[in-house]
């Protein structure tokens, strides 16, 4: 029996493996998607069995959904790309045990960004990054020194004026030795970062939804102690939990204890301690305000804190229960008020952008690659390059 065909040729030729293998690569399920589109699953199934074909219409709200251009659903085949891994690191607490459409949206942003950083800074001739390589048997604070050490972190960050600007800061001193730093809306109760190692062109990947600067910075550090293992890692840590030590998982906590060291050093900590508390080696913080005022000092979030007081037995768990459940959290909007050129700046960050731009003078690629990787017209990318110039 011949199968009656005639309702294919009506809706758009696209191709069925490539709409599969989108939807797969989403991390939706099928009802997700065919709700968001209202339809029944069961046409999506069609769709994808090659039994009838999606309208126009259709087609872009699924390319919407899927966050993919229209054009890939008509591609030959799905695209043959290596398969990136990304360990999903979290507490074992946590039911979610991969990562969500969000995500994965800006994992792919992250790792196509780093591919293309890698090709033009292998063909301008530029050197591999010289970050320092741990291993989980080091000990936190030794790999913590030598991070430090490294990206010369000694004291600005505390100089800042404020916990948004020591981020500003550390951010940048993080991107002044090649490794590229963006800050993205990837969403409430999604990963706080990750970290994609590459020896040409390594990327950490900051979440910006609901965090604040403090939290921010040891987000920063803690994918930094990430890509010192070489581990590519997306790191998810629900708000006010408390590290279990004995459960989190080895890599997690050894990160968390780098992070931690590097933005606090137990010297410098026992020095405050003692000069500006009171405090005898012995004594225990007891105070939020005490513990309160030690975060600002060091431009670090009050959990922050309260942990290093308490790895070092200087303050009990009473401490950490005390501080209210919203304190990483930030308060009110962020980037309101900012032009195109200024939003792209923050989001890709400094060394992305001069990558380009570098790759751009060399004659590796034009202007017109320049704007469509940035999505930028003229102008913006000039107000960018007087913005660097004058940083």
Not at 2 to 21: C, N, Q, Y
Not at 247 to 270: F, Q
Request: proline letters at 4%; one cysteine or more; aromatic letters at 6%.
């Amino acid at each position: 029996m011949v199968r009656d065909m005639s309702h294919t040729r009506r809706g758009v030729p696209i191709t069925p493996a490539v709409l599969e293998w989108a939807i797969q690569e989403s991390g939706y399920s099928l009802e997700e998607v065919a709700g968001s589109i209202d339809v029944e699953a069961e046409l999506l199934v069609s769709w994808i069995n090659d039994e009838r074909r999606p309208s126009r219409t259709q087609l872009e709200a699924i390319a919407r959904k899927l966050k993919r251009a229209s054009a890939i659903f008509y591609l030959e085949s799905p695209p043959k790309r290596a398969q990136r891994t990304v360990e999903f690191r979290h507490p074992r607490s946590v039911a979610r045990t991969t990562l969500n459409p969000e995500e994965r949206r800006y994992l792919r942003f992250a790792v196509r960004l780093q591919d293309q950083m890698a090709w033009m800074l292998n063909e301008s001739g530029a050197r591999r990054v010289a970050l320092p390589t741990a291993r989980l048997q080091d000990a936190p604070e030794e790999a913590s020194d030598k991070l430090r050490s490294w990206i010369d972190l000694d004291g600005l960050g505390r100089q800042a004026p404020n916990n948004d600007a020591a981020f500003g800061v550390r951010r940048d001193l993080v991107q002044s030795k090649g490794i590229a730093v963006c800050v993205l809306r990837v969403g409430r109760g999604s990963t706080q970062g990750f970290a994609l190692w590459n020896e040409m062109a390594p990327v950490i990947v900051i979440n910006s939804t609901g965090w604040n600067g403090a939290s921010r910075s040891f987000s920063l550090l803690h994918e930094l102690a990430h890509l010192a293992l070489r581990s590519d890692s997306a790191c998810y840590q629900p708000a006010g939990r408390v590290q279990d030590y004995e459960h989190d998982g080895e890599v997690e906590v050894w990160c968390n204890r780098v992070a931690a060291a590097s933005l606090m050093p137990w010297r410098e900590v026992s020095r405050d301690l003692a000069s500006r508390f009171g405090l005898g080696p012995d004594e225990r913080v007891k105070s939020l305000d005490v513990a309160t005022a030690l975060a600002n000092s060091f431009r670090v979030s009050v959990r922050s804190a309260v942990l290093r007081l308490i790895e070092h037995h200087r303050a009990s768990w009473e401490l950490w229960e005390a501080i209210p459940p919203v304190s990483d959290h930030r308060q009110g909007g962020g980037g309101r008020g900012m032009n195109r050129a200024q939003r792209r700046l923050g989001e890709f960050g400094k060394r992305s952008i001069q990558v380009y731009l570098e790759a751009e003078r060399q004659g590796v690629i034009t202007r017109n690659d320049v704007r469509d990787a940035l999505r930028l017209g003229d102008r913006d990318i000039q107000s960018v390059e007087a913005r660097l110039s004058a940083d």
